[in-house]
């Protein structure tokens, strides 16, 4: 069972909020009463942190099981659910005193959150992986029990065949049946989209794009389109989905689509970053996106992070710095500002870069470095609270934040 310490500490300084659109942020040398500590190097702006829990993985003996890779509060804030051993298995905890109520084994995509809430936190919604070679053509999601990882109930298979999906079965042979496969259900835990590729091989490889939406309470498929790959799904409260796609298996897109499910209705679309897109996630109000850089910028003054009014594609703001790859976006619930995870550094001293950014644009509100190659993964708001979770060197760290 994991061990919970807990430790508090505060972070002072005030910083000015710039003017909103292309700012360049401010290093750490320019934020006022930097904290360090073995986590890593914490420069507050306007906003600190006080660090109310951890949980202790480390002396678990199976350490590769409680690597954690993603994790998500429920919409309640009851429970924080981790994936740990690369996604194989779901970690609920109860977050009013930090206790381990279940853990389970799930199977899912290494190091990518492919599971979410419904009934108001009742159930977790989740989807298997299928690795290279196989032939398994397992339901398209399984309905768990939260507080118990008990199987509710799973989907149907997905209802494509290896002849109507791939055309031509005589010249094709099955490689891979799904792969690259995301997953992502609605904020209100009633739609569940998913997205795969298809891949046949006999002589030249041919591969074939879907997107599916689901009825999370039955199973029962809403609405299918093919032919472009889907990249990084987010659905707003609103019902509206937001991908970055691409018309080929490789790479990461430059355009961002919004549709309204559950019919798949394209409402617009437009260009992002020239590198390609990395993360994205939706306010709570639903009225912008955050979108982050699949690579590194050139030249190093263009934007890898940037916001979007959601309704017209109109850029709103945009932040210059040293922090892409940017893997991870996720907004705040009061829509103030967002979270943004990157890589920063070069070579060896290469560490992970947390900041929350001002909505409008200006500097940042707060960052956080851990150096020397230390991987940071699944930070996470509370919708409720808005209390900050993440996953560093073996302990999930909460976090209050103060100064708003």
Not at 272 to 299: I, K
Not at 320 to 344: C, M, N, Q
């Amino acid at each position: 069972m994991a061990s919970l310490t807990r430790r508090a500490f505060g972070l002072a300084g005030m910083g000015a909020l710039a003017s909103a659109g292309a700012v360049r942020p401010a290093g750490a040398s320019n934020l006022l009463n930097p904290l360090t500590s073995p986590r890593g190097t914490t420069y507050p702006g306007r906003i600190r942190l006080k660090q109310i829990a951890s949980i202790d993985f480390r002396k678990e003996e199976n350490a590769f099981a409680w690597h954690v890779s993603s994790m998500a509060w429920s919409p309640d804030g009851s429970r924080l659910v981790a994936e740990s051993g690369d996604g194989s298995f779901l970690n609920v905890i109860d977050t009013a005193s930090w206790p381990l109520l279940t853990r389970f084994r799930v199977m899912q995509a290494r190091g990518a959150r492919l599971f979410g809430f419904a009934a108001g936190g009742r159930e977790l919604i989740a989807s298997r992986h299928i690795s290279s070679g196989s032939t398994e053509n397992p339901p398209a999601f399984s309905v768990f029990e939260t507080d118990t990882g008990k199987l509710l109930r799973e989907s149907d298979l997905l209802p494509v065949f290896l002849p109507e999906l791939l055309g031509r079965p005589q010249d094709l042979f099955l490689q891979q049946r799904r792969s690259d496969q995301s997953l992502t259900v609605s904020p209100a835990g009633n739609y569940v989209f998913l997205s795969f590729q298809a891949i046949g091989v006999r002589g030249n490889t041919t591969h074939r794009f879907f997107g599916l939406v689901f009825d999370s309470s039955n199973g029962r498929l809403l609405g299918q389109v093919e032919g472009r790959n889907w990249l990084l799904p987010s659905i707003s409260r609103d019902n509206r989905l937001a991908v970055a796609t691409s018309a080929t298996r490789l790479g990461f897109s430059d355009e961002i689509a919004i549709f309204d499910l559950p019919s798949l209705t394209e409402r617009i679309s437009f260009r992002a970053h020239v590198p390609g897109v990395r993360s994205l996630g939706w306010s709570h109000a639903g009225d912008r996106l955050a979108t982050g850089a699949a690579g590194l910028t050139h030249p190093r003054e263009s934007e890898s992070i940037r916001v979007w009014d959601a309704g017209t594609g109109t850029r709103l703001a945009g932040f210059i710095g040293e922090f892409e790859p940017v893997s991870f976006v996720e907004w705040h619930p009061e829509g103030r500002f967002f979270l943004t995870k990157s890589a920063k550094g070069q070579e060896d001293q290469r560490g992970s870069l947390l900041q929350l950014l001002p909505s409008n644009g200006g500097a940042p509100l707060l960052q956080h470095f851990a150096p020397d190659r230390v991987v940071i993964n699944g930070p996470c708001f509370c919708p409720r609270t808005g209390r900050l979770a993440w996953f560093q060197q073996g302990q999930i760290l909460i976090h209050e934040i103060q100064g708003l």
